[in-house]
T-cell receptor
């Protein structure tokens, strides 16, 4: 599975959009981009995933570049409850049960 | 649904002791996995299962055994605990082919078991 690179930490003001980048330059054609987050010491929570098209759900939007070598997770109106570690993971859909988590980005939402 | 449950929440072991971490899910998920998370690190896969009777090794399987006799349960056994196994252990499940929701991509994680080996 392709490796991902994320900034170790980011800050964002409450109410603003939080844009979390992820580089995955060695991604293969059949690999998806997944985003999970981990709030404090809880178990990770699925946010969104995509292959090559931009995706949106009730939690976030995922923008994948045309060459698929990078992506951005967007939390449109960040709240204090969005403070968490965000993990960008690349994996085949058939491997979704054995994800490889990196160290993620620690996002802090400031009041 | 209770989702994914893990017991115990906390455990302290002495070096050399054995124990079993319990994981159960009530979502009829076929896939289940065990991860460990060391302080300040991401999760690492220990073992996983794609159905009852089928298990496979993940990234860090040494020192752990698993079995999957039912769809609901996926216990993790520490054979002889070592201080290096001090960690938080998370169980996860995904994918039900019978519920009409083929959400293969979404893993549901339990609350974790915090294990300290002295």
């Amino acid at each position: 599975d392709a490796k991902t690179t994320q900034p170790p930490s980011m800050d964002c003001a409450e109410g603003r959009a939080a844009n979390l980048p992820c580089n995955h330059s060695t991604i293969s054609g059949n690999e998806y981009v997944y985003w999970y987050r981990q709030i404090h010491s809880q178990g990770p929570q699925y946010i969104i995933h995509g292959l090559k098209n931009n995706e949106t759900n009730e939690m976030a939007s995922l923008i994948i570049t045309e060459d698929r070598k990078s992506s951005t997770l967007i939390l449109p109106h960040a709240t204090l409850r969005d403070t968490a570690v965000y993990y960008c993971i690349v994996s085949r859909i058939q491997g979704a049960q054995k994800l490889v988590f990196g160290q993620g980005t620690r996002l802090t939402i400031n009041p | 649904n209770a989702g994914v449950t893990q017991t115990p929440k906390f455990q302290v072991l002495k070096t050399g002791q054995s124990m079993t971490l319990q994981c159960a899910q009530d979502m009829n998920h076929e896939y289940m996995s065990w991860y460990r998370q060391d302080p300040g690190m991401g999760l690492r896969l220990i073992h996983y299962s794609v159905g009852a009777g089928i298990t496979d090794q993940g990234e860090v399987p040494n020192g752990y055994n698993v079995s999957r006799s039912t769809t609901e349960d996926f216990p993790l056994r520490l054979l002889s605990a070592a201080p290096s196994q001090t960690s938080v252990y998370f169980c996860a499940s995904s994918y039900s082919s019978t519920s009409g929701k083929l959400r293969l991509y979404e893993q549901y994680f339990g609350p974790g078991t915090r294990l300290t080996v002295t």
